[in-house]
């Protein structure tokens, strides 16, 4: 498994925007960085070369990392706490952000107008999908 950045290719500065960077020596996965540079690049292709979309996908990743990490911990009377929910809350808007930046957020409604609904407000429409 390969961990590079040398800060001229669109790998490397993906990494700077997701924050996984180290000054370590021989930098170990998990502990001094997160993503594989396969991983990145994959994700790098997916988004079409969009480096926005690409560091998005890999704060959201991060963010559902380190929310199923987090706990909030308060010991007595709010004596001593221990919040480690913050790390998530940062990788998700970091998520938001670059997908702003990137001209995609994309942004659902839900159409208020009731062509479905008979007269006696039973939904009539016709459901696609699994159950």
Same mark, same amino acid.
């Given at each position: 498994?390969?961990?590079t950045n040398d800060g001229s290719?669109?790998?490397?500065?993906?990494?700077?925007?997701? $924050?996984?960077?180290?000054?370590?020596? @021989?930098?170990?996965? %998990? @502990?001094? $960085?997160?993503?594989?540079?396969?991983?990145?690049?994959?994700?790098?292709?997916?988004?079409?070369?969009?480096?926005?979309?690409?560091?998005?996908?890999?704060?959201?990743?991060?963010?559902?990392?380190?929310?199923?990490? @987090?706990?909030?911990?308060?010991?007595?009377?709010?004596?001593i706490k221990i919040?480690?929910?913050?790390?998530?809350?940062?990788?998700?808007?970091?998520?938001?952000?670059?997908?702003?930046?990137? %001209? @995609?957020?994309?942004?659902?409604?839900?159409?208020?107008?009731?062509?479905?609904?008979?007269?006696? %407000?039973?939904?009539?429409?016709? $459901?696609? %999908?699994?159950?």
């Amino acid at each position: 498994m390969a961990y590079t950045n040398d800060g001229s290719s669109d790998l490397s500065t993906v990494r700077t925007l997701i $924050y996984d960077i180290t000054d370590a020596a @021989s930098p170990t996965r %998990g @502990s001094d $960085y997160f993503f594989e540079d396969t991983e990145i690049e994959a994700i790098i292709d997916q988004n079409s070369a969009d480096l926005w979309l690409a560091a998005s996908d890999l704060c959201a990743s991060l963010a559902a990392k380190f929310a199923a990490e @987090s706990i909030n911990l308060g010991l007595g009377k709010g004596d001593i706490k221990i919040d480690k929910t913050s790390r998530s809350k940062f990788y998700l808007g970091l998520a938001k952000n670059y997908r702003q930046q990137s %001209g @995609s957020d994309v942004v659902e409604f839900f159409d208020s107008v009731n062509s479905g609904v008979n007269s006696i %407000g039973v939904d009539m429409s016709e $459901y696609v %999908g699994d159950f």
